[in-house]
T-cell receptor, first 118, second 113 residues
Framework: GAVVSQHPSWVICKSGTSVKIECRSL??????MFWYRQFPKQSLMLMAT?????????EQGVEKDKFLINHASLTLSTLTVTSAHPEDSSFYIC??????????????FGNGTRLTVT | DQQVKQNSPSLSVQEGRISILNCDYT??????FLWYKKYPAEGPTFLIS?????DKNEDGRFTVFLNKSAKHLSLHIVPSQPGDSAVYFC????????????FGKGTLLTVNP
């Protein structure tokens, strides 16, 4: 089955530093990847849509200069949390869709990254 | 504005019995619905889906029912097993070339042996 790999699974960083999270599709090509964020006991909130070879599309209220997204290839998207602050501490999850799937194919999710900013 | 609502944060069921997880939505443009299962510190795993042209979809122990007029769907698990214990998310999207999903807050299902 399709596998989406996300790395790292957890990271602790100091306030003011930047953290990069990688999302890879391991056995399929993904023109589109999605980045979600989940706070405790809350739903997954879509942050942005990452499109291979073009700029990401951010959801309302998400700072694009703070959450930098790069989708340089069909198998890799990265999310960089710049100048992280404690309120950025959260669970970040990426998902990917196959190139040839219809829009109704289910997304495949990575295992998420737990970010803690101290 | 919560477009996908799972009003029960938790549900506890005895092993072998039926688990019924409910989901309501407000956006009439949604035409495809999915259920995901999630264990702690892991990403969601796709479970089952249903298109708005159907009112029922079945896959083994899992059945999803859709009532479009009520904007309500439910996931039935029968018989429930302890390994089904997880958070279940209802998700929806609307037609088009995107896969953007809107998720509910999830329901924690606990199946007791």
């Amino acid at each position: 089955g399709a596998v989406v790999s996300q790395h790292p699974s957890w990271v602790i960083c100091k306030s003011g530093t930047s953290v990069k999270i990688e999302c890879r599709s391991l056995d399929f090509q993904a023109t589109t990847m999605f980045w979600y964020r989940q706070f405790p006991k809350q739903s997954l909130m879509l942050m942005a849509t990452s499109n291979e070879g073009s700029k990401a599309t951010y959801e309302q209220g998400v700072e694009k200069d703070k959450f930098l997204i790069n989708h340089a290839s069909l198998t890799l998207s990265t999310l960089t949390v710049t100048s992280a602050h404690p309120e950025d501490s959260s669970f970040y999850i990426c998902s990917a869709s196959r190139v040839t799937s219809s829009y109704n194919s289910p997304l495949h999710f990575g295992n998420g990254t737990r970010l803690t900013v101290t | 504005d919560q477009q996908v609502k799972q009003n029960s944060p938790s549900l506890s069921v005895q092993e072998g019995r039926i688990s019924i997880l409910n989901c309501d939505y407000t956006n009439s443009m949604f035409d495809y619905f999915l259920w995901y299962k999630k264990y702690p510190a892991e990403g969601p795993t796709f479970l089952i889906s249903i298109s708005s042209i159907k009112d029922k979809n079945e896959d083994g122990r899992f059945t999803v029912f859709l009532n479009k007029s009520a904007k309500h769907l439910s996931l039935h698990i029968v018989p429930s097993q302890p390994g089904d214990s997880a958070v279940y998310f209802c998700a929806a999207n609307s037609g088009g070339s995107n896969y953007k999903l809107t998720f509910g807050k999830g329901t924690l299902l606990t199946v007791n042996p």
